[in-house]
């Protein structure tokens, strides 16, 4: 067993991950797939690759997923835990740079809004859209992160156990904003390592409706909390 273990949720990503997974061989982590029934048969795609799976029944969200990885993670014992998405806009070649990184801080963010970070192939609606959710949830949480909502993180699995992440409420994007938050609640060392952020190429964007009212009604929940001193 490695020390560190990549948690990887997906839904209808078997267009994408297998170069990911390709990549990931070359370093030295394990790997753990969490698929919400894909129904284009992402999560035996993946098996074919010898990564393990944890099969859910159906679309349970992306807070779900993460919780269960790192309750995997965390009985296991593994010292690092990585967040990684699926669809190919976090590349592999920025994690090696953010592995070097390791120790140096608690929480380790690949941060597209930092010097030298990027993106590819955005609209300039998504750009606005992303740099406006972090700009809300710093006004209000005042999270000392420039992106807060970032999915690509390295996590020390001692913070992971202070933060007590099976009680995390979130489930869709806002999971990233609950999760800093937490972290800066247990006092937490986050660092932000510039990446290049790429639009994927296959599938379709998991973002929603629903998920962007979740990320707002809660964010300026907190907010509130936090100007009665709770």
């Not at 969490?34 to 349970?60: H, L, N, Q, W, Y």
């Not at 993460?66 to 976090?90: C, W």
Request: aromatic fraction near 8%; charge should be neutral; proline fraction near 2%.
């Amino acid at each position: 067993m490695n020390s560190a273990i990549v948690v990887i949720p997906t839904y209808n990503e078997v267009e994408s991950i297998g170069r990911i997974l390709d990549a990931l061989k070359a370093l030295p982590v394990d790997v753990l797939v969490i698929d919400d029934g894909s129904p284009d048969g992402t999560a035996d795609f993946c098996r074919t690759r010898g990564v393990e799976v944890i099969s859910r029944s159906g679309k349970m969200g992306l807070g779900s997923a993460y919780r269960s990885g790192f309750a995997v993670a965390l009985e296991r014992g593994y010292a690092t835990v990585i967040e990684m998405d699926a669809d190919g806009s976090h590349q592999v070649n920025d994690l090696v740079k953010m592995m070097e990184w390791i120790g140096t801080s608690e929480l380790l963010i690949g941060s597209r809004w930092v010097a030298d970070g990027a993106i590819e192939n955005w609209s300039k609606f998504r750009e606005y859209l992303s740099r406006g959710a972090n700009a809300y949830a710093n006004a209000l949480l005042s999270l000392g992160v420039k992106d807060a909502t970032a999915g690509f993180r390295i996590y020390d699995a001692e913070l992971l156990k202070r933060m007590n992440v099976a009680t995390i409420k979130s489930e869709g994007y806002c999971f990233q904003i609950e999760m800093t938050r937490r972290a800066r609640s247990c006092e937490a060392t986050i660092g932000e390592i510039p990446i290049t952020f790429v639009e994927r190429t296959h599938g379709i964007s998991k973002m929603s409706f629903s998920i962007a009212l979740e990320a707002i009604l809660r964010i300026t929940s907190w907010g509130f909390l936090r100007l009665i001193g709770r």
